[in-house]
């Protein structure tokens, strides 16, 4: 079994190369390899409750247009990884458009890999 550290460099490297990267580019490839198919996403945007399944969120990131070609900033930053054996809670904080997202993220690791399971956001604009 892994441990604590090695789950959290894990976990890590997973949001910054899947997650934040797939999100700057609405690169789907990069989100489905660190999202499990059956991830739901809840939470509120500009004070109004929000809730999908995954599919409904890619696409709407496949049909909107990128952080990274609309020239507009963009930064992904990690607070904090909590692990125990197979589950953790990533903090996180996605800078992008007029958003100002804080997210925790549900992690689940399901043969041999870390895969977030369940999305919540609040916009804290």
Known sequence: ME?????????????ENYYFKGIYEGNLDLLN???NAGTLLFGDVKGEPYAKTLDVYLDGVKNRVSP?????????KII???????????EVQVKMYDFNYHEFLSF????GKWLIVN?????TN
């Open 3 to 15: 441990t604590n550290n090695q789950a959290k460099a894990a976990i890590e490297q997973a949001l």
């Open 33 to 35: 390899q660190v999202m």
């Open 68 to 76: 990274k070609d609309s020239g507009k900033p963009f930064e992904g």
């Open 80 to 90: 904090s990884v909590k692990a125990v054996n197979s589950i953790a809670v990533a």
């Open 108 to 111: 689940h690791k399901l043969n």
């Open 119 to 123: 999305k919540m956001i609040s916009d």
